[in-house]
């Protein structure tokens, strides 16, 4: 049974999607979900919901989801294995599905220590891989993971995240098809600044023929200052930050940085959209949605398509 979702059918049709990244609040504030989801209407075509992103304790990822359905904005719901075994990650995506939903990306979830629980116990019953496993056989197969049957199936357009620059490099594509073989519809990459290195990344992928089994969404994000590129670069495990998108940052003065920042993110989409293979991009502005409608018209990415 093929998936419901708007964002499938944006792929499926051969256009070049368009996602973006919701972050809940750390309340119970239902008003800035609807301020973000104004925000980002009409210039994405699905928006991620992060699950305690970062291992902060946030609004429920499904609950925010079920909000943007009412407001017409399509959800992808973000689920980490850190917090939930097999049971309650079963039991809240029938929610989710019956809520609305119809996209999930699945995840292993950040360790609960660089978070506000340091703590807290995490589950980690199945990692990122085995949940797309899951999900598909719950979705094609209408089976729970225990075999039982499942009356109404939940037809989740099914997506995992990759990363094209961790170590050891050579061996990410064959990571790529592990979760290609598990089910996965859709990927999202992690942030990319060194097009070189995704090019070169794109090419085993092509080389493996995965690009012709799943859609590949490339990861971009627009910098805010020097300081947040020189963190990434320096202190953020499996990011790839170039030397020259640092001085690119320094180079401008204090009141066009952010400017540059959104300037160097359309550079990076007009790149990878020239890549064979490259179904989208995903926008990860995270507490910084209001970059996203620039970037999306530099980047001439608008309209989107209506289905």
């Known amino acids: ?106 995840l292993t979830g950040d360790h609960q220590v660089f978070g506000n629980h340091p703590q807290a ?31 109404l199936e939940p037809r989740f357009f099914l997506g995992a995240a990759e990363n094209p620059f961790a170590d050891p490099f050579d061996f990410r594509a064959l990571r790529l098809a592990k979760k290609v073989k598990a089910g996965a519809d859709f990927i999202q990459t992690q942030i990319i600044y060194n097009v070189p290195k995704f090019v070169e990344w794109m090419k085993m992928v092509r080389e493996l023929g995965l690009h012709q089994q799943v859609k590949i969404l490339a990861g ?43 300037q160097i993110c359309v550079d990076v989409i007009n790149q990878v959209r020239e890549i064979q293979g490259v179904a989208g991009v995903h926008i990860m502005a995270v507490e910084w949605e209001e970059a996203v409608p620039e970037i999306t018209k530099k980047a001439g990415l608008l309209p989107r398509p209506a289905f």
């Open 1 to 106: 049974m093929k998936a419901e979702s708007i964002l499938s059918k944006i792929l499926e049709s051969g256009a070049f999607a368009v996602t973006g990244e919701l972050g809940p609040p750390k309340s119970a504030d239902a008003e800035v979900i609807k301020r973000k989801a104004a925000i980002l209407k009409g210039y994405v075509d699905a928006v991620n919901i992060t699950d305690n992103q970062t291992s902060i304790v946030r609004m429920s990822s499904i609950a925010s989801g079920a909000i943007l359905v009412q407001l017409g904005l399509e959800p992808i719901i973000q689920m980490t294995c850190r917090d939930r075994n097999r049971i309650a990650m079963q039991s809240d995506l029938l929610g989710a599905y019956a809520l609305g939903a119809r996209n999930l990306l699945c």
């Open 121 to 151: 116990k995490n589950v980690f019953d199945l990692d990122s891989i085995q949940l797309v496993q899951m999900m598909r056989a719950m979705r094609d197969e209408k089976k729970f993971q225990c075999g039982e049957d499942i009356a």
């Open 220 to 262: 971009v994000s627009p910098l805010k200052s020097p300081a947040v590129a020189r963190y990434m670069r320096d202190k953020v495990p499996g990011m790839d930050v170039p030397d020259e998108i640092v001085e690119r940052m320094e180079r401008a003065p204090k009141e066009e940085r952010k400017a540059q920042g959104i």
